[in-house]
């Protein structure tokens, strides 16, 4: 949780940038979802740790109350969800890339918009999902909640292990006819594998906005 006193609220969707500058005066940066959204001048990241990463390990292990970061933001414009727009939306994450569409759930929820909402989460198990409390939660609302298991699954789990599929997707996901907006986000070939798949099934390209991630270079 940061508080960023000159922060102007954010849209569901939306990231920022955290730049750090080391005693030498190297400095790395890196982009960040943001899992809140709305007015207000708290702001949270949610960080899966790289252990290699420059960024990630100082967030997770190192930083602590009362230490100063330089953040940029609100940034993004595309990748993300107005409570004005009736349309169905589907959103679908790999792994951590459930945080700007956590953003999006958690506004539905709070919000008075009627737009169906649906969630299929892809985790590498039950323990690497982020959040998995809060989004079983909103999935007993006005959410619903699909999960898929790519490594492990919690016992007399119905769907065998794996990636997702374009079943998955056909049998997850409001359908074409529907005109849902979908929101895709997580690792590079996790959203490109989706993003083909949902066109291949009828979806329009249009109504597929995606948001990735991948190692710095």
């Given at each position: 949780m940061l508080d960023v006193p000159a922060w102007s609220g954010n849209l569901p969707g939306q990231h920022l940038d955290v730049r750090l500058t080391a005693e030498d005066g190297y400095q790395a940066e890196r982009s960040y979802s943001v899992a809140s959204s709305g007015p207000g001048t708290t702001v949270e990241l949610a960080v899966d740790e790289?252990?290699?990463?420059?960024?990630?390990?100082?967030?997770?292990?190192?930083v602590q109350p009362g230490d100063f970061l330089e953040v940029k933001g609100p940034l993004g414009a595309y990748f993300v969800w107005r409570d004005d727009d009736p349309s169905p939306v589907q959103l679908i994450a790999g792994g951590s890339g459930v945080v700007p569409l956590l953003a999006m759930a958690r506004a539905r929820a709070a919000s008075t918009a009627?737009?169906?909402?649906?969630?299929?989460?892809?985790?590498?198990?039950?323990?690497?999902?982020?959040?998995?409390?809060?989004?079983?939660?909103?999935?007993?609302g006005a959410i619903e909640?699909?999960?898929?298991?790519?490594?492990?699954?919690?016992?007399?789990?119905?769907?065998?292990?794996?990636r997702i599929t374009s079943a998955d997707l056909a049998d997850l996901c409001w359908p074409p006819a529907q005109r849902p907006l979908v929101f895709v986000c997580g690792p590079t070939?996790?959203?490109?594998?989706?993003?083909?798949?949902?066109?291949?099934?009828?979806?329009?390209?249009?109504?597929?906005?995606t948001e990735r991630f991948g190692g710095a270079t």
């Open positions: 790289v252990p290699d990463g420059e960024v990630s390990p100082y967030l997770v292990r190192d009627t737009a169906p909402f649906r969630l299929l989460y892809s985790a590498r198990t039950a323990g690497d999902a982020m959040y998995a409390e809060e989004i079983g939660r909103l999935g007993t909640v699909a999960w898929i298991y790519t490594r492990a699954a919690p016992e007399g789990w119905p769907r065998p292990v794996g070939a996790f959203v490109e594998t989706v993003a083909d798949a949902l066109v291949q099934l009828g979806h329009a390209s249009e109504r597929v906005r």
